[in-house]
Every structure is written in structure tokens, then in C-alpha cells.
């Protein structure tokens, strides 16, 4: 079956790096891409961006851009987001989503919490 | 960028009411628009894509309508397990912006 597990919580301290992975299973990697969103403490879902596992192709959310880095490993079938800079209006719940096609993320993983805090 | 909204922000029904709720795109975007519902402390889960087509293993109660700027997530009788808030997405164009959510639970 279709699983997407998600890495543990992090807790970082401002201006410092955060990566996040997506261990895919249950279906042919490359044949889709991932979404990734984030919720922060009792707010609603954000869109941060997509990545194609197939050929690498990103597309990125205005609120993180030039802050993000999505890649792809297909020897692991796992997806990475990292988020540079970081600053507390950061911390959130990031997860990700396989993207069945047409930009619809079908299967979601668990959900990693990043804590930004001095 | 289109913008989403939704109507109502929270709403309250009995077991067994019908409910519905509203999400409205600043620009048409054909049927170009999911639903996902997400539990307390749990992931968002896809009810139904492209405007009315519903996920495998979602139940029927649940259904969808809309084209253009205006769409709408029925629950035809509200059962218990359907805690939880309610989000639309656009999925036409970059970027694939969500609704604030609608947050229904039981009276």
C-alpha cells in the first residue's frame, strides 16, 4: 500500500537549517511528484511547493523562495525539503503529499514538527 | 495570484443534518478544485477532485459541485467521524493555493 513516512521533529534555533524527508513505498517513485505544505500552530494548510521525482522539476510557494531547497533521491525513494534561514514564524507541522497527477496530492505522511526557537 | 475563500469559517449540526459549505476562487478556474478534510492532529486526507469527483473510499455522503468561481462540499448526513476542517484547493495553476478551512463539529 501507498506510504509516505515522514523524519522525526526538530527543534532549531534561528537562522539555522532544517531538512525534512519523505520515504516513499507502495508505488513506482518516479512516476509521480510530491507536494510539500505546512501548518503552523492552529493556523490553516500552506502550499510551499512541488517537485517532480521524475525529472527534478520545482515549482516553489512566494513565502519561501530563495529560503528552499526540494530534491529527490531515487535510489531511496524519499523526497528532502530544506528550509534555510530560519526564523520562528517557521515553526509548523510540514508535510508531504504524493501528487497523483493534475496537482491533486492524494496520499499524505504523517506530518514532521519543526520548532524554531532561541 | 487567485485567491480562495470559504463560507463558513465553523458550523455546528446535528447527526444526521445535511451540510454544505462554500469555496469561492477570485478568478475562474474551471473544475480545477479539490476537498480534503483533516481530523484533530491528523494529516489532511483528499475527498474529491476536479470539483465533484469523489476519492476511492471516501463515503458517498460526501459529494461535490461547483464550476468557474463557485463550489460546494455536501455531507449529506453529518455522522460523528466528520469532526474535523474542511479545506478546498485550486489545482489548475502554480500556485495551488488552499481555502482557510471550515471547522465542523456536532451540537
Redesign the interface.
Given at each position: 500500500q501507498v506510504q509516505l513516512m515522514q523524519s522525526g521533529a526538530e527543534v532549531k534555533k534561528p537562522g539555522a537549517s532544517v531538512k525534512v524527508s519523505c520515504k516513499a513505498s507502495g508505488f513506482l517513485f518516479t512516476n509521480y511528484g510530491f507536494?510539500w505544505?505546512r501548518q503552523a500552530p492552529g493556523q490553516?494548510?500552506?502550499?510551499l511547493g512541488?517537485i517532480s521525482a521524475f525529472n527534478g522539476q520545482t515549482?516553489f510557494?512566494?513565502s519561501l523562495q530563495g529560503r528552499v531547497t526540494m530534491t529527490t533521491d531515487t535510489s531511496t525513494t524519499t523526497a528532502f525539503l530544506e528550509l534555510r534561514g530560519l526564523r520562528s514564524d517557521d515553526t509548523a507541522v510540514y508535510?508531504c503529499?504524493r501528487d497523483?497527477g493534475?496537482?491533486?496530492?492524494?496520499?499524505?505522511?504523517?506530518?514532521t514538527l519543526v520548532t524554531v526557537s532561541s | 495570484?487567485i485567491q480562495m475563500t470559504q463560507s463558513p469559517a465553523s458550523l455546528s449540526a446535528s447527526v444526521g443534518d445535511r451540510v454544505t459549505i462554500t469555496c469561492r476562487a477570485s478568478q475562474v478556474i474551471n473544475n480545477?478544485l479539490?476537498w480534503?478534510q483533516?481530523r484533530p492532529g491528523k494529516?489532511?486526507?483528499?475527498l474529491i477532485?476536479?470539483a465533484s469527483t469523489l476519492?476511492p473510499g471516501v463515503p458517498s455522503r460526501f459529494s461535490g459541485s461547483g464550476f468557474g468561481t463557485d463550489f460546494t462540499l455536501t455531507i449529506s448526513s453529518l455522522q460523528p467521524e466528520d469532526v474535523a476542517?474542511y479545506?478546498c484547493?485550486k489545482?489548475?495553476s502554480?500556485?495551488?493555493?488552499?481555502?482557510?478551512?471550515t471547522k465542523v463539529d456536532i451540537k
Open positions: 507536494t505544505v490553516g494548510l500552506e502550499w512541488w515549482l510557494g512566494q508535510y503529499a497523483r493534475g496537482s491533486i496530492p492524494d496520499y499524505w505522511g504523517q506530518g | 495570484d480545477y479539490a480534503f483533516q494529516a489532511p486526507k483528499l477532485h476536479t476519492q476542517t479545506y484547493q489545482h489548475n502554480h500556485p495551488f493555493t488552499f481555502g482557510p478551512g
